[in-house]
């Protein structure tokens, strides 16, 4: 006789937390989409971050990566990168913000490049950041006919992560969880012709320390040799989010050209910085970027950054 697999046990405390998380997002609901979003980035800002001291971490990365970077403009991007993370939230919960992404004009040099695969059926490798909006940018690709598979990192709070990957089940599937399954299942995407994007502007304890605002931060490799072994352009792509607070301009780049997975990362990094510093208060800095840029797991990277770049033996 088989025994049947007992349900997950998630404790009260963080039942209650996950609880507390969409609460807001849930009442919010009632309100309309152009009140709702700004207030969604103003509860964010202005309460929840500073109570999880978000706004303390946004200011300690700029000071890191930007020493030079004034007070007071430190203090300012603190609560436009949490107001901006608020409002990427709610959009993801709100079902207009599909219709109000339809109208948001796409543009850049890699617009030919997109069109011609997708007329020939070849795969796509879009790659970009936590930079504007994530949900924007895969909702226009979809508008051109790009059915995106994304890989994304579940949320640390289990009852709010369901909630999550529902919301971001309605924009587009398939959806790949971080991991060796979901590596597997996007790579058999790739292989069929499909499209996938990826987010590679996490700190990766498998990866190399790379530069990215002159500073060592470790990088996955991974994305540019999915992108080599398939035979795969690899196209940035981000949606950055007008002045207004709710618009958005769509911006494809050429692809970064095909040469080594550490020099076509380095290329991501530089672009990924370029289009940070054109507009600082878009970007997550709340992420733990630098966390592991020294010490053992750097040094276990950059080894193995050598052992690539033929300067030892492995």
């Not at 949490?82 to 959009?91: K, V, W």
């Not at 339809?102 to 970009?128: K, Q, S």
């Not at 990957?165 to 587009?172: D, E, N």
Request: glycine share 8%; hydrophobic share 40%; net charge positive.
């Amino acid at each position: 006789m088989k025994h049947q697999s007992q349900p997950e046990r998630i404790p009260m405390r963080e039942r209650l937390i996950g609880a507390g998380l969409y609460a807001p997002i849930a009442l919010s609901r009632a309100l309309p989409y152009r009140w709702r979003i700004p207030m969604a980035g103003w509860l964010t800002s202005r309460v929840l971050a500073p109570l999880a001291g978000y706004n303390k971490r946004v200011r300690e990365n700029l000071a890191y990566a930007c020493p030079d970077l004034p007070k007071a403009e430190a203090d300012r991007l603190s609560f436009e990168v949490t107001n901006n993370a608020g409002r990427n939230m709610m959009e993801l919960y709100s079902p207009e913000f599909r219709d109000h992404v339809r109208r948001m004009p796409v543009e850049g040099p890699g617009l030919p490049l997109i069109e011609a695969a997708r007329d020939e059926g070849r795969p796509i490798l879009f790659v970009t950041g936590h930079f504007g909006s994530i949900n924007a940018t895969r909702l226009a690709m979809i508008e051109m006919g790009f059915p995106m598979g994304v890989f994304y990192r579940p949320m640390a709070n289990r009852p709010f992560n369901t909630h999550y990957v529902q919301a971001m089940a309605r924009i587009s599937e398939p959806l790949f969880e971080q991991g060796r399954r979901g590596m597997l299942q996007m790579v058999k995407r790739l292989r069929s012709g499909g499209c996938v994007g990826i987010l590679s502007d996490l700190n990766a304890h498998d990866g190399v320390p790379l530069e990215f605002f002159g500073k060592p931060a470790l990088t996955s490799l991974a994305t540019a040799e999915m992108a080599l072994k398939y035979n795969t352009p690899l196209v940035p792509v981000w949606a950055i989010r007008g002045a207004n607070g709710l618009d958005f301009r769509i911006v494809v780049e050429d692809e970064i050209p095909a040469s080594d997975a550490v020099t076509m990362t380095r290329e991501f990094n530089a672009r990924l910085e370029s289009m940070i510093r054109q507009h600082m208060g878009q970007w997550f800095w709340i992420h733990r970027r630098w966390k592991d840029g020294t010490g053992p797991l750097a040094d276990r990277g950059a080894r193995h950054l050598a052992v690539l770049e033929g300067s030892i033996e492995d």
